[in-house]
Each structure stands twice: as C-alpha cells, then as structure tokens.
C-alpha cells in the first residue's frame, strides 16, 4: 500500500466509531479494530485468529457465522444486518482536570474496579465479499455500527404509530390526510367503508361528491379558503353513505407544519348523526310545547327557590314571584289549616330582603276562613282538588257568592285559581292565585299548577319542621350559653357566638365562664361537631358535666379527664368534640390550663408582638390521652382570647392560614381597641370574616387583666 493507503488503514482500524474486522474463508477473524471488540464486549485478542463461535456467545456467533456462510457462499453484499448483543455498561468515568505530563509518569496504575449494569447493544452489520487480485475469494468484510439509540427510538415511533392506528380503528372517527393543496393523498378505510368511494373516486376533490348537494358549495368554499390561508377547517355536513342515506358529520382539519412549510392537512370526521336527530327532535317538541316546557323551567326554578325557603313566610314570597313570572298571577296567597282542620289562616309573605327572626307572620284570626265557608281556599281543600274560575261569573255560579268581603283590598279580581297543598294525601292548606281579566287556565297550566303546589306543600312542611326546631334550638342556646359574664374588679371578660346560618340560632359551639368556690374563675371554651338541636344537647350535656368536675376538683388536667372518661361511656365513637378549660385566680392572673384539642388561645400585650400558645393541643374529648396542664399568668394590660375554629378556618382558608392571619389581625389592633375587649372581639370577627363566607358557628372569648389605676 502506498502512504495515502496505509494512513486510510490506520486511521479507519484506530479512530472510527466503527467497527471493521477481517474473516477469512475459514470463519477466522484475521484483523479487527478495538471499535469493534468494544462494541461486542470481548477483548481484542479474544477475537484475532478465532472464528465468531470459539470467540463469542451463542447467539452473537450464529448470527455472525450465518451471515459469513452466506457472503461467502453467493459472493454478494449483506447489509442492514441487525445483530443483538448483551454487554455490561461501564458508566462514563468522572471527569478529571487534565495536567500536562512533563516527563514519563512510568507505568500506569490501573484504576479501580467500577460496578457495571447488563445492557443490549444493537448493531448494523454489513458484510462485503473480499477478492484477490485474481478475483479469487479472500473472505469477508465486517463494518458494525451501533445504532441502540436509533432503534429505540424506531420502536418509541413504531408502537405510537400502532396505537394511533388501533385508536382510529377502535373510534367512530374518520380520520383522513391530504396534501397542503387540499386533495386526498392517503387511504382512509373508514370512509371508504362509509361512502362505498374507492381512493381514486375520492382524490383530490372527488370526497365533495358525496356530500349533500345543499352543504357542498359552502363546504367546498370554506376548504378551499381553509387551505389557502391555512387555518383550522371546522364545520358540519351531510354525507351519502353506500346505502343511499345521509348522515350527519362534525369535521375538524387542521395544517401540519414543518418550520413555516404546510406539509400536509390531518382530519378527523365525527358521526354525530344521533346527536343531530335528538337535537332537530328537541326542536320540533319544543316548538309544540314551547309553553309547556317553559313552564316544567319555571318550576324547576320554583322548586330550586323553595328549596332554599326556610319559613313559610319565605315559601309565600317564592309562590308570589313563580304565581307572577310563570302564569302571570296578579296575586297569590298561602293559607295553612289549623291543628283542628277547621279554619285556614292566611301566611303574610316575608318582607324584602328575607324574613329575619325566622318567624312565619300570621293575620289577627278574624281573617281566618272557615273551611266550611265557600270560598276559592275552602272548597280546594274540603274536596281536595283545584278550583277554577275563569271571570266572575264562573264563580258565583260555582261558590253563589264572590269573595270581594274576604280580599277587600283585591277587587279588580276577575279570575281565580285555587289548589289543595296536600301531604302524604292529607291537606294542610291552600294556594290561591287570582288575576285582574279573565283568565281561561290550560290543561297543560293545570298540570304544572298541581305540580307547583306539590312542591309548595313539601316546601311548607319543611319550613314547618324548621320554625319547631329553631324554636328548640333558641330555647336551648338561651339555657345553655351565659346570659352575662361575671363582673370582677380585677379582670373584664367579653365574648360573641355568631351562629353559622341566619335562622338556626344554635350548633355546637359554646363557653362558659363560672365562679369557683374558693372564688378562682372557671373559663371553658368549646366545640361539639354537628348543628341543630342535637348539637345542642351535646353540648349542654359537655357543659353540664364540665361544671360538676369542676365544682369537685377544679384542677383543668382533672376536669378534662373527667369528660374523657364521660365521652367513653355516653357518646358515640364518631362523636367529636373539643374543650379548652383554664382555672384563674382573679386577683393575681396567675392560672392553670389544659386543652382537649381546641385552637390555641391568643395572647395580647401591650409591649410584645400578638402570639399564639405554643402548649401542646392535645387530643379531642374521649380519645386515649394522658391530660396535661401548665401554669400560666395574665401580667396586667394583657389579654388572652379564646376562640372556635369557625373563626380561623372556612372553605377558602385552611386552618394554618387562619392562625397566622388572626395573629397579623390582632397585631394591627390599636392600643384602644386592644384596651377594650368588647371592642376588641368585634375587631377580630369582623376582621377574620371579612370577604369570607361564614360556614362554622363562631365563638370568640376575651379576658383582659386592665392597669391597676394609680
């Protein structure tokens, strides 16, 4: 070889990626580069002057001796030849900082021994017959390339290809390709199997045949536009399938890019033919029934509103606006039978902006009517069933008299509308709509006047059963929360429940502030999980017993020892309820306290920043736990507050977030508000409730030890 030669060797043999070797035509590598021993995982010397089967693993040396059986036997090219290797994998050494070597370093160390991990190795082979100059066969020629990465990556392509295709197949999509041009370039079975259309009838803009001939020139335009100014094309047309029939298609197409290069459109087609009949079905039902259907809105509407009506008072004012928007009633009134089923008491509807005692307002009972009278009211109620009369002459002919003595204040009455509000088949009432013409009522206004007074009816129980329990509910928090603090020369106490709905009046939440007999001050704050009268009870029956312990051994770890053990034999398991109790000698602010799970309590000085108690929570009522106390002092000027956690937490503030924010509030509070605890329980409530719907009873305790006056 001359030196150009020799230098193409050497180079290709020493720095290629690659791997070459040399095979003669008894199977035995003669030359071969350390690429290659690297690339198959064996040393060098392991290869040279050995055939694939002595110097490889089984499977790598059948595939190499095949190859070269086959090479040499036709005397011919094999190429792309994959071959799948398994090697260790030494990681990449760590990077070193390279030094200049000024004189031989003598021999090298060898570095140490670093874990591997198995692996595969893909190679390409390619196997080329070598010839003499004679043209007789030498051997073979191996040149292996690993392309691991890139078959990966082929398989990555390949498997997102099937699945794209297995979902196409497995949806009721039609999805197509066509050329940046707008024709159809790839074979699209769904539509072939949909429109009976072969590929070359739907080229190009063949697809257009088959759509209904009133959609075709404004599809055929809006693609064309589409395609020229490559934006989305999303529209909806018919399309004849192979039966002859059309069916509805939503299409979506959009342009795929390469740099700023349209390459190609990819489409989708959406049967939504069933989607389109029920709708045009929708349509023609609703312009029949377009009344009725208004009305079936209306009372939904109606029985959302009476949902949401807590007295009957409030129920009226929901039947007043549904009789005006939904029929067009002039007037509207609710009358409910007494306890003897004798006479029907006409409800006042509640005031605008709502009924605010929660309490339903009746007339003096000289308005009451008999229901023995005849009236609109009476005969719907003593026969059960709606009473109609659509101008005055159909009620007098009906009753033989009007009722213009009853409603003075409604003479321009001309048509009336009475029905029975009937539960569980008995009545406890009446509705009455009347209007100022003649009104002639529908069958299908019957219907939905029956069914509104259905609702009505459920919507009066329900507000009944509301007012007795928020009667209950009000008698239990007047018994059970302190009427007044005490009054101590000493210490001034202030304190707020703001219950969580405007007419439930009680829940869970509670305090109690009492004197001990040797004239040390009992402060207990808590939380009974629930609302309604048996929170109540709950927490009455926490109360209660709180003052017995404490009357016996006032000692805070004692008290809540006592209730744990209280909790174990009479509340249920899922009971939860929380208690922080403290014992304070009024004259000196000296204490102890102990906590059964409840918030920590606020400390507020005049010289140092608002904190809260760092004591440990403890665990809620009746749960194992070994109560713990610890002393504490009030220093004069200082206040302490206890709280529930309806203050701190609520649907849009958790309760690590409520707890810095009522420390951030209470550090902004003057030095006169701070002074004050009245004032200042108003400032922490209406601070931490502000921009906050309030979804918890809150509860708010202050005691503040004033300066001694000089």
């Known amino acids: 070889m001359d030196a150009s030669d020799s230098a193409l060797y050497g180079t290709l043999m020493e720095r290629a990626p690659a791997g070459f070797a040399f095979f003669d035509t008894d199977l035995r590598c003669l030359r071969a580069n350390d690429a290659l021993a690297e690339l198959l995982g064996v040393p060098l010397d392991d290869l040279l002057g050995h055939s694939p089967s002595e110097a490889l693993p089984d499977d790598v040396a059948a595939a190499f001796e095949g190859a070269l059986r086959e090479v ?110 707008g024709g159809a370039i790839d074979d699209a079975p769904e539509w072939r199997s949909i429109t009976g259309q072969t590929p070359d009838d739907y080229a190009v803009g063949g697809w257009l045949s088959v759509v209904h001939p009133e959609d075709r020139p404004k599809i055929e335009a809006t693609w064309r536009d589409c395609v020229a100014d490559n934006r989305i094309f999303e529209t909806g047309y018919r399309i004849r399938t192979k039966s002859g029939t059309y069916r509805h298609f939503d299409v979506r197409a959009v342009p795929i890019w390469q740099g700023d290069t349209v390459i190609e459109w990819v489409g989708a087609n959406t049967d939504v033919t069933g989607q389109r009949e029920a709708e045009e079905m929708r349509g023609r039902l609703t ?68 009924d605010r005692d929660g309490e339903t307002r009746h007339p003096t009972r000289d308005d009451d009517i008999k229901v023995s009278d005849q009236t609109v009211m009476s005969v719907a109620v003593r026969e059960s069933r709606p009473f109609l009369a659509e101008n005055p002459a159909s009620l007098r002919l009906q009753l033989g008299r009007d009722e213009t003595e009853l409603f003075r204040q409604h003479t321009e009455e001309r048509a009336w509308v009475g029905l029975p509000l009937l539960a569980a088949g008995a009545a406890i009432g009446a509705l009455r709509f009347s209007f100022t013409r003649p009104r002639e009522i529908t069958e299908e206004e019957r219907v939905f006047l029956e069914a509104l007074a259905g609702q009505c009816a459920l919507a009066v129980e329900r507000a009944l059963l509301f007012e007795r329990e928020h009667k209950t509910a009000e008698e239990l928090q007047r018994s059970l929360l302190p009427s007044d603090l005490p009054q101590l020369p000493g210490m001034v106490l202030a304190a707020r429940y703001n219950p969580a709905t405007r007419h439930v009046q009680v829940g869970g939440d509670w305090y109690d502030v009492f004197r ?127 709280y529930s956690d309806g203050l701190v937490e ?61």
């Open 287 to 354: 312009e029949q029934l377009s009344a009725a259907a208004l009305r079936t809105a209306r009372l939904q509407q109606a029985t959302s509103m009476l949902a949401e009506a807590l007295t009957v008072a409030q129920v009226v004012q929901v039947i007043t606006e549904v009789g005006r928007s939904a029929i067009g009633a002039d007037y509207s009134a609710v009358a409910l039978l007494d306890d003897d089923k004798l006479r029907l008491s006409i409800v006042a509807p509640a005031p605008p902006g709502g």
């Open 72 to 181: 040499l036997a036709e005397d011919r090219t094999l190429s792309d030849n994959d071959v799948t290797v398994h090697v260790t994998v030494e990681p990449p050494p760590e990077p070193s900082v390279p030094q200049q070597v000024m004189h031989d370093p003598g021999p090298a160390v060898p570095p140490p021994a670093v874990p591997t991990t198995p692996g595969l190795r893909v190679l390409m082979c390619m196997w080329l017959p070598a010839h003499g100059p004679e043209g007789e066969s030498l051997g073979a020629v191996l040149t292996a390339l690993d392309v691991t990465d890139r078959r990966r990556a082929e398989e990555v392509v390949r498997r997102k290809e099937q699945r794209y295709r297995s979902l196409v197949e497995a949806s009721s999509q039609v999805v197509w390709v066509a050329s940046p041009e």
């Open 650 to 710: 609520n649907r849009r503030r958790g309760v690590d977030t409520g707890l810095d924010e009522l420390v951030s509030i209470a550090a902004d509070a003057p030095p006169e508000v701070v002074g004050d605890p009245e004032r200042l329980v108003d400032f922490l409530v209406d601070r931490m409730l502000a921009g906050y719907e309030q979804v918890d009873d809150v509860t708010v305790l202050a005691l503040h030890v004033p300066p001694k006056p000089d």
């Open 516 to 642: 001990l007999p040797d004239d040390r001050l009992a402060v207990a704050v808590g939380d009974v999980m629930g609302k309604g009268v048996l929170a109540a009870a709950g927490m009455g029956r926490v109360r209660n017993a709180l003052r017995a312990l404490a009357l016996n051994d006032p000692r805070p770890a004692a008290v809540l020892s006592g209730l744990d053990r209280l909790f174990s034999a009479t509340e249920d398991e899922e009971q939860f309820t929380t208690v922080a109790y403290a014992v304070i000698d009024p004259e000196t602010g000296r204490g102890a306290f102990s906590n059964a799970g409840h918030p920590p309590p606020l400390l507020i000085s005049f010289d140092t920043p608002a904190r809260l108690s760092a004591l440990e929570p403890g665990t809620p009522l009746g749960w194992p736990s070994q109560r713990q106390q610890t002393s504490f002092s009030i220093e004069t000027g200082n206040t302490v507050v206890f």
